[in-house]
T-cell receptor, first 116, second 112 residues
Framework: DVKVTQSSRYLVKRTGEKVFLECVQD?????MFWYRQDPGLGLRLIYF???????EKGDIPEGYSVSREKKERFSLILESASTNQTSMYLC???????????????FGEGSWLTVV | QKEVEQNSGPLSVPEGAIASLNCTYS??????FFWYRQYSGKSPELIMF????GDKEDGRFTAQLNKASQYVSLLIRDSQPSDSATYLC????????????FGQGTRLTINP
C-alpha cells in the first residue's frame, strides 16, 4: 500500500511564527504536492514538485514556500503564519506516467493548522 | 467558469437506491478523470478513474465519461449508509498533466 505520512496532524501556531509541515512518501514517487482544503473552496494546489529540488507554483503559492531535498520528503513552509492560513493541509504523491495519462494521486492523512 | 464543477449538494438518497453524482469540466483536452471519496475529517481516497468514453464498472461503482459533452459521472448502486461522504471529481488538464484539478465536491447522505 502507498503510504504518505504527514508528521503533524494538529498544530496551533501564533501569527508571525514560521511553520514547517513535513511529508514523507514510501513509494518512490516522482511527484509530490501540497494542497489546502477549505469549506466551500475545495482542494487548492499550493505547490508541486516533480523531482528533487524542482518545484512549481500551484494556484495559491503566496505566503508559502517548499523544500524537496530528498525524493521521499516534501516540506511546506509558512514563513510568517497568518490567520487566513488556518486550514487543513494535504500532502500527496504520484508517479510520473507521462504527459497524457493522468496519475493517481495518493493523499496523506492531513494536517490541521490553526493560526491564532 | 470553474475548471471542474460539481453540485455541492447535499444529495440525499435512500438506502438501496442508486446515487448519481455529476461533474463537468471546461478543458476539452482533458484526458483522465478521477473520483475520490472523502469522509468527514479524513483525507480523500481514490474510488476509480476513467480515461475512455463510456462506462467503467468496479463493484457497486460505475464511472461514466462523455468527452464530447465534457461530462463525467459516478453511479453508486445499492447505496449504503457507509457511502455517506463527500465525493470529489478530479481532472487532469492538458497543460500540466501531472497535476489534478479538483471540483468542490458533492456531499452525499444515504438515509437508512
Amino acid at each position: 500500500d502507498v503510504k504518505v505520512t504527514q508528521s503533524s496532524r494538529y498544530l496551533v501556531k501564533r501569527t508571525g511564527e514560521k511553520v514547517f509541515l513535513e511529508c514523507v512518501q514510501d513509494m518512490d514517487h516522482e511527484n509530490m504536492f501540497w494542497y489546502r482544503q477549505d469549506p466551500g473552496l475545495g482542494l487548492r494546489l499550493i505547490y508541486f514538485s516533480y523531482d528533487v529540488k524542482m518545484k512549481e507554483k500551484g494556484d495559491i503559492p503566496e505566503g508559502y514556500s517548499v523544500s524537496r531535498e530528498k525524493k521521499e520528503r516534501f516540506s511546506l513552509i509558512l514563513e510568517s503564519a497568518s490567520t487566513n492560513q488556518t486550514s487543513m493541509y494535504l500532502c500527496a504523491s504520484s508517479f510520473n506516467q507521462g504527459a497524457l495519462i493522468g496519475n493517481t494521486i495518493y493523499f496523506g492523512e492531513g494536517s490541521w493548522l490553526t493560526v491564532v | 467558469q470553474k475548471e471542474v464543477e460539481q453540485n455541492s449538494g447535499p444529495l440525499s438518497v435512500p438506502e438501496g437506491a442508486i446515487a448519481s453524482l455529476n461533474c463537468t469540466y471546461s478543458d476539452r483536452g482533458s484526458q483522465s478523470f478521477f473520483w475520490y471519496r472523502q469522509y468527514s475529517g479524513k483525507s480523500p481516497e481514490l474510488i476509480m478513474f476513467i480515461y475512455s468514453n463510456g462506462d467503467k464498472e468496479d463493484g457497486r461503482f460505475t464511472a461514466q465519461l462523455n468527452k464530447a459533452s465534457q461530462y463525467v459521472s459516478l453511479l453508486i448502486r445499492d447505496s449504503q449508509p457507509s457511502d455517506s461522504a463527500t465525493y470529489l471529481c478530479a481532472v487532469t488538464p492538458i497543460q500540466g498533466a501531472q497535476k489534478l484539478v479538483f471540483g468542490q465536491g458533492t456531499r452525499l447522505t444515504i438515509n437508512p
